[in-house]
């Protein structure tokens, strides 16, 4: 797609990237804990361009019944993105992309949350991209990670993630729209920061063994500064006016 | 905030070494963990964080405020705030004698009636049970009804009541604090009514705030609408 | 029924008593809509597109501006299609999944308040006639629900219609091809304003929120235009308006609708 952009410089000559970044900058990110009045926890995130809402209900009841689990809570996962969040607009049925993020993203919160004391329950993620603009499922994820926590939902750990990628045979931190799509490689990450696990993790394009592994470091090094921001975020919101450590 | 307690969220460290791990830490390793956002508080032999968000989770004696939802012939079911609905029998309220043909459920409670109810029994493989058995419990028939996150439901009781008491002398209110968050506030007086639903309202909004008590009593002592 | 949409019978008794004496729960008055925020611009990256809170009520709309096939019979006239959505996490009772009944009333109610004003001047949005025409999509998503959906959806998508630029193009190799750097504003004839009112009782209130909604025993929901006409109507619920009602309500949707309409032309600077 885009046959215009002959013209794009991913990495010039000064080491700067299409849109003004050095390699290993992030765009700019913003992460913002509550903000819904019905959910039990929300968070919204401003990733880049990336607009995406996060709300949790739960632990509540399941319906329909036969999904419940006798042992332990689920974690039901919807990621989605509005008609109007991106170029031509998008029918507001689920595609087939939208499945597969939704499954990806619980698969990365499931090592997280803990369940078991809440048997016969379900824990509801709904993500709603308002704008996307390259690296949503990393950006959903973090945000998702705080809204569950805003919802007090017991976790073990955080989940932070960040896109590490190639672009003009250089490994670059936080693939944009345009590099996504002209560049190389794209791999999204999602990262435990304490536990010190990746729990998301996949791969868009070549790369050889060395790349691979400085691809996943670098990607890493995103997870811990997003970790810091979603920090920001619950501390604003619960620890404001008061001490903190 | 002293040494023992600190913020945290969850993954944080609260500290390690030998303690027990008690509400929302695990241990891993030697690491004591905190499973939420929260105070973490170090006793001598244990650990235990107090968490600042969350639905309530039921435990057996606590009052609570629940409303019902809907009914079988036999038992009522009542949204109790929880992650699970609670269960009302009707013997509960019939009595031993109860027979579901002649005694109709909906003749005592019908949906969207509230009620100061008790838990009676709790337990993870089933809804908790609930009574209204007792002279201090049963169909709340009037007052208005206040949500306020069940966290908080500590700081608005206060030490021995302290905070309660002060809002409930202040305004003549009469306040019925569930532990679930559901708080329900009457009163003769309409200033007295909004004062004393805004004194909630301020305990909810700022209950980790160290001057909380001054500033609610400041703004019960102040005159007129505010 | 989930248990979350039954209202407690105190509130609804409360309500009612209230309504006898004057007053209504919020203090405000019968024929007063709650405090309208408007955030044009909200989606950047849309052609348009506005933030409304009405109370608690929340909507995003987002407007795409594309080429499309006209309809069948009306070759000489763009498109305009405006939906509704409510998002999951706007109250605990909304399921995924295929809209219900009620979501489709609203999103087609919402349509028609805009489309039966002819707030946009379809015969302006055409490329080639009979063969490619622009489309403008309002999409609308509810992020929080605190009653009147009709309304608060309304409003967003009249404010991100009246904030929207719209691209042209022209017909290159029988293909719609864009025109770098050429946008105008969306060619708007009037500005529809809508205003719903609940029955409870025997008194006709404006703006319901969440609590009233689940009160009421009917609502109507009347669309007026820049000339104070009335250009759609809707009535809903299970229970029914007698006449005097019914015109009372219409005289109410032309006063109010007139105030509202001063707070869209503030926010957007228009002029119409």
């Avoid at chain 1, 990393?138 to 976790?155: E, F, H």
């Avoid at chain 1, 920061?193 to 990607?219: A, M, R, Y």
């Avoid at chain 3, 706007?90 to 999103?107: M, N």
Wanted: hydrophobic fraction near 40%; glycine fraction near 8%; proline fraction near 5%.
């Amino acid at each position: 797609m885009g046959g215009r952009d002959t013209e794009l410089v991913l990495l010039d000559e000064n080491g700067i990237r299409c849109d003004g970044r050095k390699v290993d900058e992030p765009r700019r990110i913003m992460i913002k804990a509550g903000g819904l009045k019905n959910a039990d926890g929300s968070a919204y995130i401003e990733f880049g361009d990336n607009k995406i809402l996060v709300g949790v209900f739960g632990p509540r009841d399941v319906h329909p019944k036969h999904m419940s689990n006798t042992d332990t809570g689920i974690l039901r996962v919807r990621y989605h993105m509005e008609p109007f969040s991106v170029t031509e607009r998008k029918n507001p049925a689920p595609s087939r992309r939208e499945i597969e993020i939704s499954k990806v993203i619980k698969e990365a919160l499931e090592p997280a949350i803990m369940l078991d004391k809440f048997p016969r329950t379900a824990v509801d993620v709904y993500i709603e991209v308002l704008q996307a603009d390259g690296g949503t499922r990393c950006a959903a994820l973090s945000a998702a990670s705080v809204a569950l926590a805003d919802a007090g939902i017991p976790m073990r750990d955080m989940v932070a993630a960040c896109a590490a990628g190639k672009a003009a045979d250089t490994i670059i931190l936080d693939v944009n729209n345009e590099e996504d799509q002209a560049g190389q490689a794209d791999m999204p990450i999602g990262y435990m920061p304490s536990t010190d696990k990746i729990t998301l993790l996949q791969l868009d394009g070549v790369l050889t063994p060395e790349e691979f592994k400085k691809c996943v470091e670098t990607g890493i090094k995103g997870c811990k500064i997003v970790y810091e921001l979603q920090k920001k975020a619950l501390t604003e919101k619960y620890f404001a006016n008061g001490d903190s450590k | 905030m002293d040494n023992k307690r600190k913020y945290v969220i969850p993954g944080d460290i609260v500290t390690t070494g030998p303690y027990r791990p008690e509400q929302n830490v695990i241990l891993d390793g030697n690491k004591i963990i905190s499973t939420t956002i929260g105070i973490s508080e170090i006793y001598d032999d244990s650990v235990k964080v107090i968490p600042l968000t969350g639905k309530y989770i039921p435990k057996i004696n606590d009052l609570v405020i629940g409303k019902v939802v809907s009914h079988t012939s036999l038992s009522w079911e009542l949204d109790i705030n929880s992650c699970y609905v609670g269960f009302l029998p009707a013997q509960d309220v019939f009595g031993r004698d109860f027979s579901a043909h002649a005694d109709e459920l909906s003749s005592k409670l019908k949906s969207g009636d509230l009620v100061a109810a008790r838990i009676a029994n709790f337990d993870r493989t089933r809804d908790p049970l609930v009574t209204i058995a007792d002279r201090d419990l049963g169909k709340i028939d009037s007052g208005d009804l206040i949500k306020i996150s069940p966290s908080k439901v500590p700081r608005l009781i206060g030490k021995k009541g302290s905070m309660i008491q002060t809002i409930e002398m202040a305004t003549n209110a009469a306040i019925t604090i569930g532990q679930n968050g559901w708080v329900v506030v009457s009163c003769e007086s309409p200033e007295g009514l909004l004062k004393a639903k805004k004194a909630i309202q301020m305990v909810d909004e700022k209950a980790h705030v160290a001057n909380l008590t001054d500033q609610v009593k400041e703004m019960l002592e102040s005159k007129g609408e505010s | 029924m989930t248990s979350v949409s039954v209202i407690d019978e105190l509130k609804k008794f409360q309500i009612l008593e209230l309504l006898e004496q004057g007053k209504r729960v919020d203090g405000r008055a019968f024929d007063e809509p709650r405090k309208l925020v408007i955030e044009p611009n909200a989606i950047p990256k849309a052609n348009g597109s506005a933030r409304v809170r009405l109370g608690d009520s929340e909507v995003i709309c987002g407007v795409k501006i594309q080429p499309d096939r006209p309809f069948p019979d009306m070759g000489d006239k763009g498109i305009f299609i405006c939906t509704a959505e409510l998002l999951p996490f706007s109250h605990p009772s909304v399921e995924t999944g295929p809209p219900g009944p009620d979501v489709i009333e609203l999103a087609r109610v919402v349509d028609r308040g805009i489309r039966e004003s002819h707030m946009i001047d379809l015969s302006q949005l055409v490329i080639e006639k009979n063969k490619s025409v622009v489309g403008v999509f309002a999409d609308n998503v509810v992020v929080d629900y605190d009653g009147n959906l009709f309304d608060t959806c309304a409003y967003a998508a009249t404010a991100a219609i009246l904030s929207s630029k719209t691209p042209k193009w022209e017909m290159k190799n029988d293909v719609p091809t864009l025109i770098e750097g050429a946008e105008l504003n969306i060619p708007i004839t009037t500005i529809p304003v809508s205003v719903t009112m609940g029955k409870i009782g025997n008194h006709i209130i404006v703006d319901p929120n969440g609590d009233e909604w689940d009160s009421m025993e009917a609502r109507i929901t009347i669309t007026t235009d820049s000339n104070g006409n009335i250009c759609a109507l809707q009535k809903g619920g299970n229970g029914g308006f007698t006449f005097d009602e019914v015109i009372q309500c219409g005289k109410i949707s032309v006063k109010v609708g007139a105030t509202i309409r001063e707070k869209l032309k503030q926010v957007m600077g228009t002029k119409k």
